[in-house]
């Protein structure tokens, strides 16, 4: 296969082994979007979970695929991460 046939970034299509309803206990911290407007569209390719989509003029997150990784608040404004959990830790 040539590199030029590659794809751009890996894929988290819905119903593949990606989408996992555990992300959620893997995430320390998750992205929130907090101005559409000053996102930059680049971090769609950025995403390497595929946890990124544009709809419409939005750019949504799918917390099912995200990681939580945090590339995307790193190269874009408008996106903060914030604590998964902010309740009580530890054992009870
Ligand atoms: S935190 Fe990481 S995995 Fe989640 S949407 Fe941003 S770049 Fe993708």
Do not use: H, W
Request: aromatic share 6%; glycine share 10%.
């Amino acid at each position: 296969m040539a590199l030029k046939e590659l794809p751009v970034v890996p894929s988290g299509d819905p119903g593949s082994l990606a989408e996992s309803p555990n992300s959620a206990i893997q995430r320390l911290y998750r992205p929130v979007i907090t101005d559409q407007n000053q996102v930059n569209p680049i971090i769609l390719l950025y995403c390497p979970d595929g946890a990124l989509s544009l709809t419409g003029d939005e750019i949504i997150v799918s917390y099912k695929l995200c990681k939580g990784c945090g590339i995307c608040a790193k190269e874009s404004k408008g996106i903060e991460m914030v604590p998964e959990y902010t309740g009580p830790r530890g054992i009870f």
